[in-house]
């Protein structure tokens, strides 16, 4: 089973999700492949600007610096690197994005694939009702270590106490 992060807009008010006009971002959180073995292409189709500019100048330079040094061989190790991390680290990526436009985590759903994390995300808020509001006890007031209570048996030695 797959894990996937629901993300709502910041948009989502009370009116739209009765209206039932809920809008929901569900990113897998994994691997990449599509990202690991086309990165600037994932990287552009997922609106990543900056890290697609990123990459880009790294993978140039690298190529650059290749072919200065006569090695193409580091700059395929490179290359092949960088497309690695973006594979492992493309998700987070988007998942960064979207909490910086403003996008609220909503939960984290496990699933064999997309259509049933929608499936259950939204059939999980449809059920949904306000929890109750907890009510904080009152605590005894905390008293150091070391000293026993009043009036308190001394403490036993190992698991199990035996009086006497």
């Known amino acids: 089973m797959a894990s996937f992060v629901a993300m709502i807009p910041p948009e989502a008010d009370a009116r739209s999700e009765a209206r039932g006009e809920e809008r929901a971002v569900f990113v897998r959180d994994g691997f990449a492949w599509l990202g ?13 600007w900056i890290e697609a500019a990123v990459v880009l100048a790294l993978m140039l330079s690298f190529g650059a610096l290749g072919d200065a040094f006569q090695t193409p ?12 991390g973006v594979g492992l ?16 985590e909503a939960g984290a759903i496990e699933a064999h694939d997309l259509d049933e994390a929608e499936m259950r995300f ?5 059920e949904a009702e306000p929890a109750p ?18 009036g308190a048996a001394p403490a036993p030695l190992g698991l199990i106490g035996y009086k006497g």
């Open 36 to 48: 690991f073995i086309f990165p600037l292409f994932w990287l552009l189709w997922h609106r990543l």
């Open 73 to 84: 061989s580091a700059a395929v190790l490179v290359s092949f690197l960088v497309q690695l």
């Open 89 to 104: 680290e493309g998700q987070n990526w988007r998942l960064a994005k979207l909490r910086r436009g403003g996008w609220r």
């Open 122 to 126: 939204f059939a999980g808020r449809a």
């Open 133 to 150: 509001a907890l009510v904080a006890a009152a605590l005894p007031p905390a008293r150091p270590f070391g000293r026993p209570t009043p």
